[in-house]
Every structure is written in C-alpha cells, then in structure tokens.
C-alpha cells in the first residue's frame, strides 16, 4: 500500500512537472496544484499507512496511525490554498496587463 | 609613528573646510606642513649608528591584525622620499593648480596617498600593509581621474584602478598563504621561517601572487600599461606618485619579501628577466614618445625595471645599488616631471612635436632639465647620481650569482648586453627630451600660449630636486653610510659591507659599458630620423594596449553574452536548468551513498481493490491533465485529482484530513473558475518533438526521483517516530481527544498560528491586488 | 526568560497586524511603523546583549517537551541575524516613505513587512525542521504581497515567475522534511542531528538532505539555481528591493549553514565538497551576471549571487577559520546590500533611469551619493579596513588552510570584478563632464540619504571596529564546529 501511494505521488509530481513546463499560466497553476497533492501524500506515507484507527482518542483502540503527518498535512493545505489563491488571482492580473496568458510572452527586455 | 602615519589622514577631513579659505589661502599651504613635519621627524634618523625601531598599535588583536609599525634601514628610505618628494610636490601644486579648480579634492587624495604609502613602508603587518596598499590604489585612481570630465582621464584612472587592484588581490592571496603557513601576520617573523614556507610547497605560489601584486604596482612588462595613461592626472601627480614613491611599492615589496625569496632560483629568473624586459622594452618605446609626459612615464617604466632587476640579481652589491639608484631615480626624475609641468603650463602644450628652442624663454627650466636629463642617461660626469648608480648596475650585471638552473646560467649571460641595449635607448630618450625640447628651431605659431619662464615659486621644487642630483653626485658618500647601506641591510636581513661609492673605478667593464652607451647613443640619436621607422614595423606598446581594451571591452560583451544567453526571462528554461540540476545530483548521490538499497517489502499494509480503484483514477486524471485542451474539463479532471486524494485521506484513516481537503478543494474549484471565466480558452500544446521529450524527461525524473526516495525512507526502519508520545499525552496534557487537533492547536500551536497568518498575508495581498485594479480603472 | 526568544519574532507581528488597522491614515501608520521598528531593535539587542551574556535562550513553546513541541532556539547565530535583520528594518522604515507611493503605502505595504521581518525572524529562531517550512512561507508570501505592491505589468509578470519557482521550492521543501521524518522520525532539528549522526548519515539520508540544500540553494540563490533572483529583484520599489537582497536569500543560506553544520556532517566529502564547486561556479556566473548589464539595479541584484557563494565557500570548507567568516560575511552582506539596494534606487529616482548610458556627470549635481557609492563599492570588494575585508580575510585563509588553492584564486578575481561592476556606475554615471541637457531637478530627499549613511556606517564598524565584534563570530564558529553542544541545549532533559 505504502508504496502503490508513493508511485501514485511521484506520478502526480511528473504530471505537475510536465504541466508547470508548459506555456499556458492556466497549465501551469493546475501544475502547482497537483504539485501539493503529491507532496502532502508523501507526507501520509511516511508516517506509515493504516496501522491503527484513526488518531481520535478512545478507550477501546490500542493502536493508532501517525497523527504527526496529518498534522503537518493540515498545515501544508492551508499554505497551498492560501498560495494557488494567491496564485490565481495574480494569473489574471497579470495575464490582463500583459495582454497574454503565454509565459513565454512574458519574458521581458533584457534592461528595463 | 602611528602618528606620522596617520596625520595626513587626519588632516584630510579639515580639507574641506581649509579649502573654503581658498580665494584668501591656497589650501597648499596648509598641507605643505604635513609632509615637511613629518620629514623632520624621520630625517633625525638618519646616521651610522641607526638602528631599527619598532612599535605595535592594537587594532584587531583577535585576527592579529594591529598596526605594528617597524622602521628599517628600507623603510626609513622610504619614508624619507615620500615625505620628502611630498613637500616639494605640494609646494609646487601650490603654483600650479589654480584656486578655480577643485583644490579640497586634490589635497585630500594627495593626503590619503600619503598617509597609505606611509603605511604602506612602515607596516610590519601585512593585512595592515595590504590595506594601505589598495589605499595607494584607489588614491592614484581618484587622483588620476580629477580632472575626470576628460574621457581620457577617466580611461586611464579605470586602467590603472583594475590593474592595480588585481595585482593588490593578488599580493592579497600570497599574504594569507603566508600567514597560514607561517601562523604569523608579521613580516620579520615570516622572513625568520623561511624553512617552513619552503617546505611548505606553495613558495612558488606565493611567489607568483606576490610578484603579480608588485609588478604591477611597479608597472613591470606587460603590466606597465596603465602608467602612461596615468599622466592624465595633474603633474605634480605624476611627479609624486607615478615617478617617485607610489609605483615604488612594488620595488619596496619585492625588496622586503626577497630575504624570503631570495633562496629559490626562480626568483631570481622571474624578477630579473621580467625587470630587464621591462628596461630594454621602455626606453625602445620611450624615444618614440610625443608627450613629454608620455617620455617620462615610459623612462619611468624603465627605470623601475632596472631597478627591478637588481633586486632580482639577489647580490649584495646588486641590492645596494638598487637602493642607491631608488633615491637618485627619485631626484632626477621628480625634476623633471616638474620641469614638464612647467613648459605645460607656460607654452600650454607638451607635444614636443610642436616644442623647440625654448631655451632662450626659459633658461632657469632648461639648466634644470639638463641636469636632470644627462643624469638619467647616465652621461658619466662627476657631479650627475645618475652616472653612479648606472655604473653600480653595470657592475652588478657583470658579477651575478653562479647559477646551476639552465634558463638561470643563460640569464647571467644574456643580462649585461640587455642592460646596454636598455641603456643606449635611456640615452636617446634622455638627450630627445632635453635638446628636443630646449634647442632647434622655435615654433612659437604651434604654441598655445606665448613662452615664458615659470615664476620662481614653482622652480623652487625642481631646483631642490637637481641640487640633490649634484650633491649627490659630488659627494655620493653622503648618504651611503648613513641611509643606503641600512637600506640594503633592510633587504638582505643581515649586515652589508660598507661599500665605497667613487666617480673613477679604472678601465673595468662597467665603466667601458657606460662608454658603449654614451658612444652608441650619441649615434643613434644624432641618427634617429632614419632609423625611428623600426616602430612601425614594431608595433610597440599599443598592442599591449590593446590586449587591455580588448579584455576591458570582452569582458563587457563576454558577460553580456554568457548571461543574456540562458537569462531570458523564460519561466520554462529556469524551471528545466533548476530540475536538470536537481535530478542529475540527487540521482548521482543517492547512486553514490547507496541511498537506494536494503529495500524491504516487510512492512506494507495490504492494498484492497478500492485503494487500487482510486488511485488508478486519479493517475488517469492526473495524466489528462497534460492532454486536455479544454479549460473547464482540465479544472474538473484536477477536481477529480483533489477529491480523490480526500477518498484516499479517508481510506488512509485520517478523517480530518478528508474533510479539510473536501473543504478547500471546493472552495479551490469555484476560485478556478472564477478566475479564469475570462481568460483565453486553452490552446494544442504545439511543441517539438524535442522539447517534448526533454519535458517528459524532466517530468519522469522528478517523479521517480520522490518515488524512490520514499521507498527508501521508508525502508528505513531505524527509529520510532515521536508520535507516540502525542498519542500518549493528547489527553491527559493536552485535554483532547482528537489527536490531530491537539497537535495542530497545542503542540504545534506555533506552526497553526502563523499558517493562519500567511493566509491572513495572502487575502490581504489579494485584496490589494484587486483594489489596485479597480483603483486604476477608476482612474 | 526564556519567553524572550519570541519577542522578535511577535513584535514584528502584532505591528504588522496594528498597523494594518491604519491604512486609512497613512500618517499614523508610518509613525507606527518607525516606533515599532525601533522597539523591536531595543528588544532584539537586549535578547542578544542576555544571549551573549547567558547563553543560548531555548523556548519550548506552549511548554511542550524537546522534541516534541516546537522549539525556538535563540542561540548566538540565529540571535546575531535576527539582530541584523532589525537593523536593515529600522533604517528601512525610515526609508519607506520617501521612496514609496501613496498608493503603495495604503496598500499595506507596511503590514506586509512587518510580516517579511517576522518571517525572517522565525526562520532564523526555530529550532523545528517543519516550522522552517512554515517560516519561510510566511516570509515568501510577505515577499509575494511586496513584489506586486503597485500592480505594474513588468512587476505582475515578473512575480508571476517568482512565485512559481519558489512554490515549486516550497513544495520540494515539504516533501523532503517529509521524507527526513519518514527516516528518522522528527522534526525536531537536534533531535534529526542526534539520530542523524547514531547512525552515521546512511542510506538515503544523504540524498533527502541534497535535497533540502536544492530547496534552500534555490531560496539562497546559489549556482545553479538563482536564474529567478535578478529580474524580480529589481522591479518593486527599492525598498522593497532592499529588503529582498538583504534578507531572502540570506535565510536560505542561513539554514544551508544551520543544516549541514548541525545535521548533514556525516559525508563531507560528498556534500561539503561540492558546497566549494558551487561556490566557484556562484561567483563567477554571479559576477560576469553583474558585468552583463547596463541596468544599475540588475548589477547590484546580481552581485548577491557572489556573495552567497562566498558564504557557501565558507560552510564548504568548514574549519573554524572559514566558518566565521562565512558568519561575518553574511552579516556583512546584509547590511552593504540593503544599502547598496536603497543607493542605487535613490539614483534611479534622481537621475530618472536606471540605464547606465543614460546618465554622465552626476557628481557634479550629486556628489554625496557619488561618494557613498564609491565608499559602498570598497566595502562591497572587501577591501580593507571595510567590513567585507574580514569576512573575506578569514574565508581565503580558512581555504588556504584546507588547500583550497583554486577557490581563492576564483574568490580574488570574483572580488576585483565586483569592485569593477560597481564602479563602472561610478566612472561613467557619475564622473564625467556635466549632461547639458538634463538639469536634474530632482533632490535625493534627506530622508532616503540618512539610513544609508547609518547602513554603511554600520559597515565600516563592522570593518574598522572588527575586535568588538570578531571574537563572538569566532565564538559562534566555534560552537557550530561542535553540534553536540546545540542538541544537549535543546535536549537537555
């Protein structure tokens, strides 16, 4: 399981890779998105997967998975959302100003 | 003496206020008393039974770097010409720059110079030397470029600032192997461990860097470029710095460090071979001259590198005429820079092409020069310096250490005709400058200004200067015993004979040497206009030049070139070179360090067939996000991605997750298409083949590159995690049950609390952004 | 009093969010922020003065155990940047509303630094692999809402670029300290260099902390990662410009230092010597960058890049001799750059381009700015007695101890072709006859002069009165060469 999640991490990390390498700002952004997923899953994993209910106290569970990485998860989502939004909105203005949503459009003169 | 050093420095911050005063006083007259005071203070010095002082200022004990001032035989040669020349420099600026110009700035460089070439001689640190030294630099740079709305002062002021400068890191770089090898920052100290540098290895490299340091500053071939382009500062400045003391510094590095040096045979070839280059190659380019400036500066090339040579010959008598000639080249030289000055500033020109005859307007000028002129070329009449240190060269020449090394033993027999050939061109540029300028025919209609001679306050210095050519060369003796001879024990480390210095040795070699030069040069001379085309053919100095330029010049379209050539402002390329990197190294390290091995398939979890469900559809989704060329359906295939990672997070048992990845995914998709309601609709990506194939490269590398990672952390199985305790102390310290929120609230409260203030940092700066917009529509 | 450690870190902070509530009166938030900025500069020098006295303060927060809760760490090192980094803010803050526009201003420009220094600041504290991240992120998104600060097109376009390079990074970030857990299973930085070391860097422990030095390269701007520095660098106002080059890439170099002093020792023969090679490589790209343009902002922002090689040269080599002046060039660097940033924004403005071909003479309007740049660009080069002199001194005497021969050679040349790049603005921009044509009506407000002045000031103490502060960098080298001491002060029970 630990490593069916891994490969399926590295395989949005690529994705997000060969998406971040295209022109189009929208392209992009998805990349970025899918960038996050492969990260936090990565996070999941390495605090090992389902080896005990989950991390809610009772009496009646002895063993729990790692609540530390789901934690570190929490924290991590709350950035990425605050940063694609970011992101996003940036996208617009900038693609507006500028006229283009192609990033090879904006790579600007060399002295300004 | 740290208060002779510092003086000047001191007395450059008043500057600015003394030169308000300057319509009433010309600032010259306040400065002249620095150099004169502390000329009087080391001339006390002077005597047989001089011994060496020395006195330690703290300053940066910690690094041991402290102002450890030490005064030698060498040093006290130094400081004498420095104050010395200094003085009569000042006094005659005082009549040669007018009050119109910016005199504050003049003697505050000139003050700065002192001050650093002071400290330059008398420092026995070398960090505190070093630092003195590029203060030497960056106050001959300030000084030649002051009159900097000229482009060719500006030129020649950049020149010799990077010039010297390397060669300042340079020396730079010697001193610190130095000072680790040695584990001392005093010279004296160094100079007693000789052993230990010469075991160490690096002596050649050391010699190497500090070579580099002091022929440049000594405008030693092929560094001496940026010397005649120095002349563009003001004469007086050339006078002092480019002739007298500052491109001495070099000279004075060699002869401290030579104690160091002198055991290994490729000082002698390096130092000896580059200064006789340098005085043959000068005094050829020298008579092709135009500029009496540009005559001098060459000349002065020259002579540094017979100078030079001597203290590469390494004898003893070598050394003592090498520090004989430092003091006569000064008084010789010094004069006639500013007999130079005066024919500027009387005929308004120095392009002797249009100079001649003027011995009738200015006879004071012409005596002087004369003196000066059949000094340097060495003309051998009882009452010149120039003659016997000429002929204590020649003798030196003739007597060089045995040498076992080939290219050594060759040197020794090559040096005494290059020192003649060298000295013949001293000569024709000597006579050339002299009857080129005094006698012949008077072209008054050339001339800028009418001729007349200078008034009396500016021959006061040059006079002073020719009476020590003559004092000197009556009574040479006067200052052997009592100056010279501690000089050359400052450079030998040890006792030196006393050596006797008469006008008429006998029929010897150095004296018939002498007799070719005078003979040949009266020759040539007489002969010049039919053999002066050789420079032509010779293309001489400029290509040198050139060299300079072009590197100045490559430097600029090189570097422009390079940058420009992969900072495109390509988001793409960045990203490419950035992951190239990444890949290549981590790949190559984890190869090397055994990163990926003692895999171990033991401690998995089973995989059901929904997990395998759910993951086989977001890689589906995952991979049509590459292929989509629609945007709503590529913002719902990432939906699918986000909400597929919340079924995982609720089949991996943590509930808190999938709920807040629920959360935000929706609100993510809603901002997605708003945002990008009025954006373009997505095009094909139209791309090469290649580019392609280097994305997906790109792409594959880092995935793989987290798979296997991964896999290999997780392998990993050395050490329990800290969470238990979490699991433990959740409730009974923390006072909840949910562990996730116990951490995110308690034990990682610090981590929770700035989470919320980025997203606090992001909707303000989103808030901004939109109301930048409207603000602008609104205008 | 060990609660001293989060001072710097929430003073910072609640400014930001009080003079948030400002906007509206721009007045009162300047004034806020100038009181603010030096009250935090009084705390920050009382918490190193008790730092320096008594020892590292260690703030276990929430009062939760090492390892287990977050840890602040104030220790000599992090307490002496976090000093320096108030000290870039004060003067910047003075600086502020001379140079920026209203509309800028009301922007919340001056929450948005407020937030950049307490990122900063925590970066510099923590003593938490994964606080780190966080840290940094509350910086980077200050630094994202600054960048676009004015809404220009260049600057929308070029911090399009600069966001994304470093969310990637950020990502990379996550991921590694992720993997770093998965292996040793903390976060916790002593408690990471405690297991780390039992079992001796093994297995794919080298390979997650090459990563994390990419993630931190990429923020330090290290060869060959820094391709997203110049350009976004230069296109906000110079203050803002200021605080980048100052402060950005200098936490990503902090916590290379901190992270491969404290934990990644185990392979230095891997690691630490390709730290040397990137270093070489930093400077000379980063230099012949600096010569490449004509653009006076673009040289400066691409002369930081040498510098951080400097300090990477400096934890490559990683003897006593080299560590301190990699400290002591990093505090160095700081400083001049911050002033060199807020000098040539100041002649940006009065001669109104920043094309070097366009301007001649300035001297004759402005010769105090011509001085202080020329006064900068020593400082800049090292040389002595200026405070990169020292730093520089006991970088290439720390290489020449280690044998390192090429690397001073490469630093010598890199530092004559800074002094270079820095006075071409001086030899053409500034000297030269008197522009004819353009009288330059515009004054260098005083305003914008005085904290460059304090900065340089501050340069040459550090340069001229170096044995007030050399023994405690020597100190601080000292103890990062033994990493037991830092795990026992967090670990100790």
Known sequence: MEYLILILAGILFATAIYNILQKQLLRIIIGTVLLSHGAHLVILTMGKLKRGQPPILDDSVTSYTDPLPQALILTSIVISFGITSLLLVLSYRAANENKTDNMDEMRGESNE | MIFAVLIPLVFALFIPFLSKLKDKVHTGIFVLFIPLGIFIYFIRFIGEGFSPLHHTYNWIPSLNINFS??????????????????????????????????????????????????????????????????????????????????????????????????????????????????????????????????????????????????????????????????????????????????????????????????????????????????????????????????????????????????LGFGTEAAVFAAVFHILNHATFKGSLFMV?????????????????????????????????????????????????????????????????????????????????????????????????????????????????????GMLISPIILVLGVILIGLFPNLVNGSLIQHAAEGIRNHAVAYTDIHFWHGFIPPFIMSLIVVGVGIILFLTRKYWTKIYEAIPGNLSFNKVYDKLVKNVDDFSAGITNSYMTGSLKLYMSLILGVIIAFSFAIMFTTGGFSNISFNDLEEISIVDIAIVLIMVLAAICTIFINNKLSLIIVTGIVGFGISILFVLLRAPDLALTQLVVETV??????????????????????ATSITNLFLALGIGTLITMVGIAAHSSDWFDTISDYFVETAYTLGGGTNIVNVILVDMRGLDTLFEITVLGIAALAIYSLIKVRKNKEAE | MSNLAILPIIIPMLAGIIVAFTNKNVKVSRFLTKLFSIISLIVVSYVTFEVF????????????????????????????????????????????????????????????????????????????????????????????????????????????????INLFSSMLFVTAVALLYGVVGTVNMAQIAERVAEVEQRGILTTIGILLFFVFGTKAALFPLYYWLPRPYIVPNPVVSALFGALLTKVGIYSILRVFSLIFIHKMEITHEAFIWIAGLSMIFGVIGALSTNNIKLTIAYNIIPAIGYIIMGIGIFNQDALSGAIYYLVHDMIIKSALFLLVGVIAYVAGTSDLRKMKGLIHHYPLLGWLLFIAAFVLAGIPPFSGFIGKLQLLKGAAAADEIAIIIIGLLSSLLILYSVMKIFIRGFWGEKDEQNNYTKKAPLGTIIPIVCLLAVSVFLGVGAEFVYPSVEGIAEYLLDPEIYIDSVLKE
Not at chain 2, 159 to 178: D, E, R
Not at chain 2, 385 to 393: A, Q
Not at chain 2, 402 to 407: F, L, P
Not at chain 2, 677 to 685: A, Q
């Open chain 3, 53 to 164: 006295t008594n020892g590292s303060i260690i703030l276990e927060t929430g009062d939760w155990v090492a390892p287990y809760g977050i840890i602040l760490v104030a220790d000599e090192l992090s307490i002496i940047l976090v000093l320096t980094t108030n000290i870039i803010a004060a003067t910047t803050a003075f600086y502020a509303a001379h140079s920026l526009s209203l509309k800028q201003e009301t922007h919340y420009y001056y929450t948005f630094f407020f937030m950049l220094i307490a990122g900063v600041s925590g970066a510099f504290l923590t003593g938490d692999l994964f606080n780190l991240f966080v840290f940094f992120e509350v910086l980077l998104m200050a630094s994202y809402a600054l960048i676009v600060l004015g809404g220009d097109k260049v600057q929308l376009r070029e911090s399009v670029k600069y966001v994304l």
């Open chain 2, 668 to 689: 993510s998709m809603a901002l997605f298409l708003l945002a990008y309601y009025h954006l373009p609709e997505l095009r094909k990506r139209n791309e090469t083949t």
């Open chain 2, 69 to 310: 001032f030490y005064l030698d035989g060498l040093s006290l040669l130094f400081v004498l010409l420095i104050s010395g020349i200094g003085t009569l420099v000042v006094f005659y600026s005082i009549y040669y720059l007018h009050k119109t110009e910016k005199l504050g700035h003049f003697y505050v460089y000139l003050l700065m110079f002192m001050s650093a070439m002071l400290g330059v001689v008398l420092s026995d640190n070398v960090f505190v030397l070093y630092g003195f030294w590029e203060l030497t630099s960056i106050s001959s740079f300030l000084l030649i470029g002051y009159w900097h709305h000229r482009e060719r002062s500006r030129y020649g002021a950049q020149k010799s600032m990077l010039i010297t400068i390397f060669g300042g890191l340079s020396m730079f770089g010697g001193l610190i192997l130095l000072t680790v090898i040695t584990g001392t920052t005093s010279i004296r100290s160094m100079i007693d461990q000789i052993d230990l540098i010469v075991s160490s290895g690096y002596l050649p490299l050391i010699l190497v860097f500090i070579l580099l340091g002091a022929f440049t500053k000594s405008a030693q071939f092929p560094f001496h470029i940026w010397l005649p382009d120095a002349m563009e500062a003001p004469t007086p400045v050339s006078a002092y710095l480019h002739s007298a003391t500052m491109v001495k510094a070099g000279i004075y590095l060699v002869a401290r460090f030579s104690a160091i040096f002198v055991v290994y045979e490729w000082f002698f070839i390096v130092v000896s071979l580059v200064g006789i280059i340098t005085l043959v190659w000068a005094s050829y380019m020298a008579v092709r001259q135009t500029d009496l400036k540009g005559i001098l500066a060459f000349s002065t090339v020259s002579q540094l590198g017979m100078i030079m040579a001597m």
């Open chain 2, 340 to 456: 130079a000055g005066i024919i500027d500033h009387e005929t308004g020109t120095r392009d002797i092409r249009k100079l001649g005859g003027l011995l009738t307007f200015m006879p004071m000028s012409a005596t002087l020069a004369l003196f000066g002129t059949f000094s340097m070329a060495g003309v051998p009449f009882p009452f010149l310096n120039g003659f016997y240190s000429k002929e204590l060269f020649f003798e030196a020449t003739t007597n060089l250490n045995e040498n076992s090394n080939a290219i050594a033993s060759f040197l020794t027999e090559a040096i005494p005709y290059l020192a003649v050939f060298g000295s013949i061109f001293t000569f024709v540029y000597s006579m050339y400058f002299f009857f080129g300028v005094f006698t012949g025919p008077k072209k008054l209609e050339l001339l800028p200004k009418k001729p007349h001679e200078a008034p009396i």
